[in-house]
Every structure is written in C-alpha cells, then in structure tokens.
C-alpha cells in the first residue's frame, strides 16, 4: 500500500513540475512587437495592418500599432521587437520616420543602447516598381544597426514592399500576404531570442 501511495505522490508530484515547466516556458516566449509607420494616403497603414497580423499569429506575442509621431520611449523599451514602415519619398524614407530615427537620440535611447538585442524589420510602400523601397528598408535597418538591433527579413529580401502608384491596385493580396511573412517572422525572431537571453 505504501509503495502504491508513493508512486502515486511521484506522479502527481512529476505532472506538477511539468505543467509548471510548460507554462513558464511558454511564459518566457512571450514576444511584444511594436509596429510603427507613417502613412500619407493609407497604404504604409495598410501594410502595417498586414504586419501586425502575422505578428498575432505567433503563439504568446502582442502586438501594437501606431504612428510613429505617437510612439514613446516606453513604447520602444517595452518591446521585444520593432517592424518599422514607411512610403517612399524621392528615394528615401519619408521625414517623419526619419524625425522618429532621430529622435531615440533624444529619449536617451543612443547612448546607453537601451534597443540592443532587439529585433527589427522593416518595409514600404512606393508609386512605382523601381522608385527606392529596398533603399527606405535599408536606410531604416541602418539606422536600426546603429543601435546594435537584431534586423531581420521576412516577405521580401529586405523586409516587405508594396507598389502603391497609379498602375497598381493600391495593396494587393501577395503584398499584404509579405506583409503577414514579415510580421510572423519577427515575431517567430524576438520569441528565439528572448529565450535565448532567458538562459
């Protein structure tokens, strides 16, 4: 009888530790992302809807959108990943992205590389084929390297890219499906990473 009532204790004792080993280790995936994006004429905006969805796909991630005139210090602190998005302008990424860029200057966010080992993506939208999308991704992961950020890819080479102009139907379904690819894997991204620093 009391070799049966051990056992018993033992299994009770092994599913416990289990379960509690499950959930805090689904505890410790648990990913924030933060998409930012300027948007003109709602396209930008478009996409960053298309992002943060992927993002939820992710079992464990929230995610939040806003502008990027909107987003705080403790916005950017609080996030295990950053997906940053804006319409090309001359061949380059729009003055309010680049406002915000420069901005983490003054939120003191420089200095001490308070936004190291976070994740960062990126994407655009342009009038045209060929008019600067992969230059706007690479000049805001430029930027996101300055500040010792772990950027990644996902949908497209460089991120995600819609063609927005006057021969195409505004976002069309392959470009909000990249857009979906980015989120997921910045989301997939910030969860490895952040267990990785767990350990």
Do not use: C
Not at 66 to 87: F, M, N, T, W, Y
């Amino acid at each position: 009888m009391n070799q049966r009532l051990a056992l018993l204790n033992l299994t009770i004792a092994a599913t416990f530790v289990s379960v509690l080993g499950y959930a805090s280790a689904a505890h410790a995936q648990s990913v924030s992302v933060l998409v930012a994006y300027h948007s003109g004429t709602g396209n930008t905006e478009k996409m960053a809807q298309g992002v943060a969805e992927g993002a939820k796909s992710v079992p464990g991630s929230s995610v939040s959108v806003k502008r990027v005139g909107e987003v705080s210090a403790d916005d950017l602190l609080s996030a295990d990943a950053l997906v940053i998005g804006s319409p090309v302008y001359f061949g380059n990424m729009s003055g309010e992205v680049k406002t915000f860029l420069d901005s983490w200057a003054k939120m003191g966010l420089f200095q001490d590389r308070k936004m190291r080992n976070k994740v960062g993506g990126t994407f655009a939208t342009g009038a045209s084929f060929s008019n600067g999308k992969e230059l706007t991704m690479l000049t805001i992961q430029a930027a996101m390297v300055m500040h010792q950020m772990l950027v990644t890819s996902g949908g497209g080479g460089f991120g995600a890219s819609a063609t927005t102009g006057p021969d195409s139907p505004g976002i069309d379904e392959k470009e909000l499906a990249e857009a979906n690819a980015l989120g997921k894997r910045i989301a997939e991204v910030a969860a490895i990473v952040k267990r990785g620093n767990a350990k």
